[in-house]
Each structure stands twice: as C-alpha cells, then as structure tokens.
T-cell receptor, first 117, second 108 residues
C-alpha cells in the first residue's frame, strides 16, 4: 500500500505570509494526525482527525493554525499569518480505525520542512 | 498517556544485538507499547508494538515484562543504518506522545 504522502517537502515563506501543508493518508485510514518538531525540541502532537471530525485539537498552538479534512480523505494544515517560531518540520501520520484493531501502528509521512524568514 | 523513561543515549557495536530498555510503570490495561525511530530528520518510522505478549517482526523483537511496567526493544544484529533516536511510547486509543527517546549510536 502507498504510504502517507506530504507536500510540499520544503517550504520557505516570509513572516506574515500564508502556507498550506497537505497530507494524504493511507487509503482507508480513518485516523489522521498532525505533529510538529521545532528545532531542538521534541515531536509535539497538534491534532487528530477521525474521518472528517476533529477528535482532539489540544496541541494546536494558536488560532493562526487551521486544519481541515474535508470528506475524510486528505488533510490540510494552514498557517496564517506565519511567524518565525512556526519554523520546523510538520509530520502527518495515519492509522486504521481502532474498531478494526491497531495491527500496523501509526504510519508517518516524511514531513514538510517549513522555514519562516 | 503513561509516561515512559528511556536512557538518553546508548552505543552498540555493529553486528551485535542492541537492547533498548524502557520503563512505563504507570501503564494502564488498555495501553499499547509502541516503538518508533527517527533517522536524521525523516518521519518517525514504525518498528513494533505490543500489548502484553512479546512480539517479533522482521525489524525487531519487543519483550514486555509480565507486569507490563517495562519493556525492551531488541535489534538482533545492529547495523550502521540503525543509528537513530528510538522512541518508546505508551498509548491507548489516542495520538502518540513522543518523549526525548534514546539516541542509539551503532559503532563500526
């Protein structure tokens, strides 16, 4: 099966601009997660979708971040307006429905490296 | 989610088994033990996970103590490409919480 796909792989934007990151989960995976790693820090959870619904968005840093998952397929994470501290690597992960078990764990994408200058 | 404790770093000789310990004394009954690794800045890579029984796959073995308060990830024949940060994560039906992990350095 195809893995979790994220694009762009890299993005360099100026402070104040808007950036949209996209994540395509593995087909059939109901659960989709966004994480972020800021340089020198641990990987931090941002939010979790179950299909198109936000299950947990406790990790979203502020209202400049907006995540959507229309139709329960791919997801986008928009940062508007971007600030310098938003720089980091944004990872997306997906997993099967828990009702069908966690046979394969969570699969992560390769990440989007965002640099705000 | 239960908190995990891992050594900050470990060294292992190439070709030897790497045994990475993890303590999770507050684990609850419905929480799994997951192991992931991150090589450089790549996305975290799934290694293995288990609930209470020992598990083995093509990458590694996971040994969970009977009381489930600790576990050990075993890479049977470590190679230089296994140099990475290894994360032990305990989680139930929710998102994973990453700690600082163990930085494993495989030495030639």
């Amino acid at each position: 099966e195809a893995g979790v796909t994220q694009f762009p792989s890299h993005s360099v934007i100026e402070k104040g601009q808007t950036v949209t990151l996209r994540c395509d989960p593995i087909s059939g995976h109901d659960n989709l997660y966004w994480y972020r790693r800021v340089m020198g820090k641990e990987i931090k959870f941002l939010l979790h979708f179950v299909k198109e619904s936000k299950q947990d968005e406790s990790g979203m840093p502020n209202n400049r971040f907006l995540a959507e998952r229309t139709g329960g397929t791919y997801s986008t994470l928009k940062v508007q307006p971007a600030e310098l501290e938003d720089s980091g690597v944004y990872f997306c992960a997906s997993s099967r429905s828990w009702d069908r078990g966690l046979d394969y764990g969570y699969t992560f994408g390769s990440g989007t490296r965002l640099t705000v200058v | 989610d239960a908190k995990t404790t891992q050594p900050t770093s470990m060294d292992c000789a190439e070709g030897r088994a790497a045994n990475l310990p993890c303590n999770h004394s507050t684990i609850s009954g419905n929480e799994y033990v997951y192991w992931y690794r991150q090589i450089h800045s790549q996305g975290p890579q799934y290694i293995i996970h288990g609930l209470k029984n020992n598990e083995t796959n093509e990458m590694a073995s996971l040994i969970i103590t009977e009381d489930r308060k600790s576990s050990t990830l075993i890479l049977p024949h470590a190679t230089l490409r296994d140099t990475a940060v290894y994360y032990c994560i305990v989680a139930g039906r929710r998102a994973l919480t990453f700690g600082s992990g163990t930085r494993l350095q495989v030495q030639p």
